[in-house]
């Protein structure tokens, strides 16, 4: 039977490649909960925040695949069990975003703006903790899911995945 | 001597490929005001606030460049002079945003979001006329820079060019 | 200890979408024994010969990589376990090389013209199996390594993969 | 009146970074002839065959397109009047191609091959200059179109040119 019949999720976690600690910490138990619900991470493959997301994934028996935007493989963080060596700087954001499912921000350097957008513009699910509120006009734009934990941004992502 | 000793400045416009009569109407006076100032104008080459900017900036004389998601020429839109042709989907936000030194963001369409997180990640500085206004823990993001008007959306722009 | 001190090596299978009986037999035999030797195979997801060369390795138990140059999830051959959607067309053959230590060739479509040109660029070894010869001014570049079978093919490109 | 409608030709000229002095004699001449039949000139935007193509454009009062592998803008060499900075590498070779509507190759570095391969996949005309010959099972290729000299060169890709 086709492998790809027994589908797993593909989850993306994105973040700064410098986070606080804080930040690390919601990633590492992100990376961690996907790991337990069977899901696959994708990130960019860089430190901070996608750095802690592969640890904690990887502590669970996770799959963990780093999209990397230079043409170095050992750029990878040390998590990264597939490197993806793209060489196309941060182009490669919108892989990040189109090889999952649903997104999962952390924090809010301005790359994850990048991110954020072509994941809603293709109607994918974002779920944000602690990340950017976007308004317009004196209105906020409500298409970013906020979810107040590791876990309720799992499950929320889990549900929502696209196909 | 070499041209390109010959500084012309290159300024994005960035919008939605849909849009408003009105941000239409200052896209096209984006347009017009960057071409008597002897800019080039660089875009994404489809409609909406792109196809206002260049119908504008044609007006005037200036020159406009339109990079394009699809691999086919003639979806540019009819003011594009120099169609460059990707066939790289949403990745080419990036091009558009780094073939630029300011961009001038005109509505809010998601896919603009992906172009302000490339501008501001690099430096590179973004004029808002009706954008985007970014939060993070209830404090506004001040990196954009508003104009209340397309001619001093343009002014800003070639004042803070990069080089 | 992170995963990716375990080494795992990635071998790319290049080559057209559509293929002759023979080609595809060629690769299945690529894949079964790429799986064998634990390698991870990399391909670009479709159909033919990458095809052939993911049910090849998934009937050894091999793990299979289809970097996609559409951004449509499924349409990667059933075989492909790990699909990377990038929505870049072609633009995807430099990634698919990149993200690999050494490319095996077979057959001679001519996207996979430019997965050698890429591959010898940035000097990684590629491994020909009825694939194209190249000459200039008379004389054949004997840059790609010509294999006679898929056993001496997998086994050059085990040898010569690059860090 | 839409520019556009007035249609100019985009022609690609393709080769290496470096190259002898002999390659840059042909290239220069091409960017000439290029210039004199109103043809626009695209190219990687780098040294060798690229920059002697654009100075001999600009010689001719051509105007000379230069698509960057970096994200550097002043890596253009000095003949590029119109940088367009990619920052996606090599990736960027397939713009070059699809931004044309036929292709000179001058010389036969590896880089040259990507390119070869990209044109002849979309069906684009290959003018080859000095380049390489491509063969299978003993049968040479035939897509590549040899030209003897520059004018001959220009004459056949401007007659060639799709739309």
Known sequence: MPANKVKKKF????????????????????????????????CGGLGGVMEAACKGAQAEGGMTIGVLPSDIRSSANPYVQIP??????????????????AVIEIGGAYGTLTEIGHAL????????????TLSRNGQV???IVLAQNPEEAVRKAMVLTTT
């Open 11 to 42: 989850i993306a976690v994105i973040g700064g490649s410098q986070c606080t600690l804080q930040e690390a910490k919601l990633a590492e138990e992100v990376g961690r909960e996907l790991a337990r619900q069977g899901a696959i991470l994708v």
């Open 84 to 101: 993806i060596v793209t060489g196309m700087g941060y182009a490669r954001n919108v892989i990040v975003v189109k090889s999952a499912q």
């Open 121 to 132: 513009q293709s109607g994918m699910p974002v779920i944000g903790l602690n990340t950017w």
């Open 141 to 143: 734009d409500t298409a």
